[in-house]
């Protein structure tokens, strides 16, 4: 019994390291959303840190401030849904190794 729980800790200290790996190596990829046909790119890391913004010249116009606004907000919001599936892919990946067979995570 005490060789069981001594097993059990050791893997999950491995799976802790293994957290910290992948939440070390998701700040490296990175995802790119865009908006208005691509007139506003918006970069983000898996850490959902936004790490680059990118608008066409096409759309900077001080007449249409609010239209630029909305791209970019909506570009920004795709970019954090995409690096935050990224992110959530790999955590169960990295976790899913762990399980014994049979078990699935939600």
Not at 2 to 22: F, G, I
Request: aromatic letters at 2%; charged letters at 25%.
């Amino acid at each position: 019994m005490a060789e069981d729980l001594s097993n059990m800790l050791e893997r999950l200290q491995q799976l802790q390291e293994q957290m910290a790996n992948v939440q070390q190596e998701l700040g490296a990829k990175t995802v790119m959303m865009e908006s208005g046909g691509g007139m506003v790119k918006v970069t983000a890391n898996g850490k959902l840190q936004i790490v680059g913004i990118e608008i066409d010249k096409e759309v900077i116009d001080p007449n249409e401030k609010e239209m630029l606004e909305d791209l970019v907000i909506a570009a920004v919001n795709r970019a954090i849904d995409r690096a935050r599936e990224l992110a959530d892919t790999s955590m169960n990946d990295a976790a899913r190794s762990f399980l014994p067979p049979g078990f699935s995570l939600p």
